[in-house]
């Protein structure tokens, strides 16, 4: 029997003035995460604040934490916010075991992180 195909999307689209959502859903892994690269690549840091919606994330890896750290160094590049979201409590436990909660912002929604960036602007 063969193993089921991991899934991993991503959908992007402009929430707020300001504000683009990257939304992720499934597994985040080696094997997938040339999607969420792709969808990072793509985003338009240099004219908004992005924002990552892991909510639908159901598992992430080491190659998974790569790339939402390449993208917060894309974002320090050009002097916009990355804003992490949907955290479960188990992914934040890799975050604080490793020290990107201290690096990240997180929002326990996008909704809250529009509001956030909306305040700051």
Known sequence: M????RLLTVIPRHVA???F???VAGEL???????????VNEAPF????????????TYCDSTGISVLITAYNRSLAVGSQLTLTGVS???MRIFELIGLDQV??????????VSALQRRA
């Open 104 to 113: 990240f912002v997180f929002y326990a929604s996008s909704e809250e992180a």
């Open 46 to 57: 240099d004219d908004e604040n992005v924002i990552i919606d892991l909510s639908g994330m």
């Open 21 to 23: 959502l990257l939304e």
């Open 29 to 39: 892994d080696h094997h997938t995460s040339g999607v969420l690269t792709e969808a």
């Open 17 to 19: 003035s300001g504000a």
């Open 89 to 91: 409590p188990e992914q």
């Open 2 to 5: 063969t193993e089921p195909e």
